[in-house]
């Protein structure tokens, strides 16, 4: 018989949108560290070396037991480690605080929110749009519960009241909500007294809300060398339903580590060593290690520190350049290192996220397509609210913002000579 008349027993299975365009890319020669292109599209950090005394591993030393396999919820030194920074940099006015109980430790960011959906029961788990493009696959394997749309408006800046937040969560019947904070594609931040609000509102309504904090480092409205997380606004933290996701990834500007962590109440991080043994069987063993060794409170502020200063100078630079050339933002991002942009005011031929994105790759530029930030579970709603959207990522080195730059300047400018606008 031929494969083509076989019957296929697998589904095709999409990719995440940075996935996508990069594969696009490659068909045009651009290839992951080339000084040719310029990766606007890139949802990692630099991870060369910033300011303020920041230093990088540059080595790894194993021992012999560390080619054993690990824990499922990983390594109980490095769990009591991260539960005492959140206790001191969140938690020192508070009586419940967490211990190594409450982490688990998972092979990525991915695999945090994979164990996370297959922990979770038969409830109405609500989602905001436009959020992280890999959240559409997630939601969407798991059928124990049911996924809920809930629309964020551009005209609002994206911001979403406590009152529409206590209104969904009421009137939709809410188990649960699924939140980056800051928010990947928009950079909105909730912090300070409305963050307090969303975790009280959590806790009078009985919704767990999973945070999704790994940009929370990466702030350009709240002080200096603090990350922002609803730990501090928790009560208690056994009882508050509450579930906070972080990592190396973006925070610490190791990607290629995949270490990340879950912080919660004791029972959630049971589901998470259950679910885990069948999923991914447990994270990386030594990196576990040289995590433990780096990631102190003195560090996570001076790298802190050094990411808002270093990301603050590279976001005015790509927001000023694209505003010059006409792109629009219904709000400058707060949080996080992507800026969010509209570009119907473009000529034709650049005037849409796809157009605009093939366009931008024959200047060897790379960007990601707004359709894609909208979470669309078993695509059971039709054409997209963002076609006209780009996300931007300034999470390259200065340099390359500034190149790219340039050179959709460039772009922009052949298309109004040739239609005339």
Aim: charged residues 25%.
């Amino acid at each position: 018989m031929s494969q083509s008349k076989r019957k296929n027993m697998f589904k095709d299975v999409p990719y995440t949108g940075v996935v996508y365009v990069i594969k696009e890319a490659m068909k045009l020669g651009f290839y992951r560290g080339s000084p040719e292109w310029c990766n606007l599209g890139q949802g990692q950090p630099e991870i060369g070396m910033l300011v303020d005394g920041v230093d990088r591993v540059q080595n790894i030393s194993l021992e012999p037991n560390d080619h054993e396999y690990g824990s499922t919820v990983g390594l109980k030194k490095l769990r009591q480690q991260i539960a005492d920074n959140y206790n001191t940099l969140y938690r020192a006015d508070k009586e419940s605080k967490y211990t190594y109980e409450n982490v688990a430790i998972c092979p990525g960011g991915r695999a945090a929110l994979t164990r996370l959906g297959a922990a979770i029961g038969n409830v109405n788990l609500g989602h905001f749009i436009p959020d992280y493009t890999a959240y559409e696959e997630m939601l969407s394997v798991f059928r124990s519960f049911n996924p809920i749309p809930i629309l964020l408006e551009a005209e609002k800046g994206y911001s979403f009241s406590i009152e529409d937040l206590k209104r969904e969560i009421s009137g939709r019947g809410l188990g649960g909500l699924l939140i980056s904070n800051p928010c990947n594609p928009t950079g909105k931040l909730i912090s300070g007294q409305a963050l307090n609000d969303w975790v009280a509102t959590a806790r009078d309504l009985d919704c767990t809300m999973i945070m999704d904090e790994f940009y929370s480092s990466y702030s350009y409205v709240t002080p200096a060398g603090m990350p922002v997380s609803s730990a501090k606004y928790i009560e208690d933290v056994n009882d508050d339903p509450i579930v906070i996701v972080d990592g190396v990834t973006k925070n610490w500007r190791y990607p290629g580590w995949r270490i990340a962590w879950v912080v919660a109440p004791k029972i959630v991080i049971k589901s998470l060593s259950s679910s885990g043994s069948f999923l991914d069987g447990g994270a990386n063993k030594p990196f576990q290690q040289e995590i433990s060794r780096f990631l102190t409170v003195d560090n996570i502020k001076k790298e802190t520190s050094a990411l808002q200063k270093t990301f603050r100078a590279k976001r005015r630079v790509l927001l000023d350049g694209l505003q010059d050339i006409g792109v629009t933002f219904d709000r400058e991002p707060e949080g996080a290192f992507y800026a969010w942009g509209n570009v119907a005011q473009l000529p034709a031929g650049l005037n849409t996220g796809m157009d605009f994105f093939r366009a931008a790759m024959e200047k060897q530029v790379v960007v990601v397509p707004g359709e894609f930030f909208d979470i669309n579970p078993g695509n059971r709603r039709g054409s997209s609210r963002f076609g006209t959207y780009i996300r931007f990522s300034f999470g390259p080195e200065i340099t390359v913002i500034e190149n790219a730059v340039k050179r959709l300047k460039e772009l922009v400018l052949e298309y109004r000579c040739d239609t005339g606008v």
